[in-house]
């Protein structure tokens, strides 16, 4: 048997690390690189049981000598510049049908781009996103995968070796070429916005409309853990709320500064829905929301220029679950709604039944109800939104009432619940056949000569109104 190694990998940090374990633990022979080469040692000397699988190298030269032919190099640094540098750094080195994955959290567009220069030199690439955080990447990360389909045929087996199982299923997938597995990674954490915004919305309304304490909130939390919302979210949720800071013996909730770092995922999943046409509100809320967080001084002026409010009218905790499952329903309905769009507009594979699946496991927004929205895609509900799929409609007719009481509680007595109004009002948009946007069309129409359609010639566009100018004239 050959002593090169099946696969290499470059940056021990956090995900590294724990993806070459998970490599090395899946069988595989892994050569791994780290720009300090310090680091690479120190991870070598800890693998443990798993150092004799596991080839530490100080150059990139001894990195590529590693490699069975073709040689495949799977790159875990910081997207934006480093990926490109070290994209750069290596291509000298590496032969035709040789192979690079960046699996990082590189922009779609880079991924793209990068797919397109390095075929064009006979190097295969996989813009590969990555979910799990740590956890994942040591034992089972959600993995999704974009590029040359040729590169994905190759590095197949060892990514589905690695990658979290739901049931026997592999949460691993190959959606089409240039950047789309980062997209569908983009789109994802885009959701994850949505998702823990909502969660914190909840959190906010039991916190300070309700006047709990973060045990109660966290024993709630749990509790809905187990139903309709389990997920992994919820789950550490409940975790994170039990918690009490050894420092100040407080819950450490409560010691924790209220201002939410990101790293531009969600923001980029926004910027492309709007460029695309395919806006997703509930993520949009989630981002300002975010980007609000960090206003601290403003807020705090706010508060003390404003500090009316009302008490929370009743809420039970059936309607606050009602409310978060409605919303969560909503969010992935407009996340799915945006992966549709951009599958048919860039070209890409992409059966949104197994994005779904591929979710199931291993990713942050891993939940039970990703299994029965995956079934429910399958059905093909992908041309329309999946709140339209029969599962998802029956579920929203049950819940959305609690979730427009638990709104409207909020909104009474001033507490933000951004991400769940937005979802309730694109929902409410959607069920309105005939809208407000003739108003739209008689006011573009009356200032720009803008032209309209009358409902009783349908198709006939460039009508005008008969508008009398304030000056009299017609
Ligand atoms: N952390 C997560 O939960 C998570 C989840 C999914 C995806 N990701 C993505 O995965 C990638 C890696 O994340 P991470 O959390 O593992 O980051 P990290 O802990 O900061 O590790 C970054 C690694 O990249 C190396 N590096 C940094 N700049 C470099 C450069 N210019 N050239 C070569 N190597 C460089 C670092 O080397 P030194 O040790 O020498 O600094 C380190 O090994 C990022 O794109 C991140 O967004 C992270």
Redesign the pocket.
């Known amino acids: 048997m050959s002593d090169q190694a099946a696969i290499g990998l470059?940056?021990?940090?956090?995900?590294?690390?724990n993806l070459a374990l998970n490599i090395a633990e899946a069988g595989h022979r892994i050569a791994v690189h780290?720009?300090?080469p310090d680091?690479t040692r120190a991870f070598h000397e800890q693998a443990g049981a798993l150092r004799d699988r596991i080839v530490p190298t100080e150059t990139l030269e001894d990195l590529v000598d590693a490699l069975a032919s073709p040689r495949t190099i799977l790159m875990?640094?910081?997207?934006g510049?480093?990926?490109a540098?070290?994209i750069d750094a290596l291509v000298p080195l590496l032969a035709e049908g040789d192979i690079l994955i960046d699996?990082?959290?590189?922009d779609w567009t880079d991924s793209r781009d990068r797919a397109t220069a390095l075929g064009d030199r006979g190097i295969g690439f996989l813009g590969l996103?990555?979910?799990?955080?740590?956890e994942?990447?040591r034992h089972g990360?959600s993995l999704m995968a974009g590029g040359h389909e040729a590169a994905w045929a190759a590095a197949e087996t060892v990514l589905t070796s690695i990658a979290a199982r739901f049931g026997d299923v592999p949460c691993a997938a190959y959606f089409g070429d240039g950047g789309a597995g980062h997209y569908v990674?983009t789109v994802h954490n885009g959701i994850e916005y949505a998702d823990m915004q909502m969660i914190a919305e909840i959190y906010g309304l039991m916190r300070d409309g309700q006047g709990r304490t973060a045990a109660d909130i966290s024993a709630v939390f749990d509790r809905w853990n187990g139903a309709a919302l389990e997920s992994y979210l919820v789950e550490i949720a409940a975790e994170v709320a039990a918690v009490i800071d050894p420092a100040t013996g407080r819950p450490i909730l409560d010691v924790i500064a209220d201002r939410a770092g990101q790293?531009g995922t969600g923001r980029w999943t926004v910027m492309d829905a709007q460029r695309r046409a395919a806006p997703l509100p509930a993520v949009e809320a989630a981002v300002t929301a975010r980007v609000l967080s960090g206003e601290a001084a403003l807020r705090a002026e706010g508060e003390h220029l404003f500090p009316e409010s009302d008490a929370l009218p009743p809420l039970t905790d059936a309607e606050l679950e009602g409310a978060l499952i409605a919303g969560k329903i909503l969010a992935y309905s407009q996340g799915f709604t945006l992966l549709s769009v951009a599958r048919g507009e860039e070209g890409w594979i992409m059966p949104l039944d197994t994005v779904a699946r591929t979710w199931r496991a291993g990713c942050i927004i891993r939940s039970a109800m990703l299994d029965d929205m995956a079934t429910a895609l399958e059905e093909g509900t992908c041309a329309r939104p999946l709140a339209f799929a029969p599962t998802f409609a029956e579920r929203l007719r049950a819940h959305v009432p609690a979730l427009r009481r638990v709104v409207a509680a909020a909104v009474a007595a001033g507490l933000p619940v951004p991400a769940l109004s937005a979802a309730l009002q694109h929902f409410d948009q959607l069920r309105q056949s005939r809208g407000t946007a003739n108003m739209i069309q008689a006011l573009r129409d009356r200032f720009g000569a803008h032209g309209f359609e009358r409902t009783d010639r349908p198709g006939e566009g460039g009508q005008h109104g008969p508008w009398v100018a304030t000056d009299g004239s017609a």
């Open positions: 470059i940056g021990l940090g956090t995900m590294g690390a780290n720009r300090s680091k875990m640094v910081p997207a510049a480093p990926v540098d070290q699996g990082g959290n590189s996103g990555v979910s799990g955080g740590a994942g990447a990360p990674k790293k």
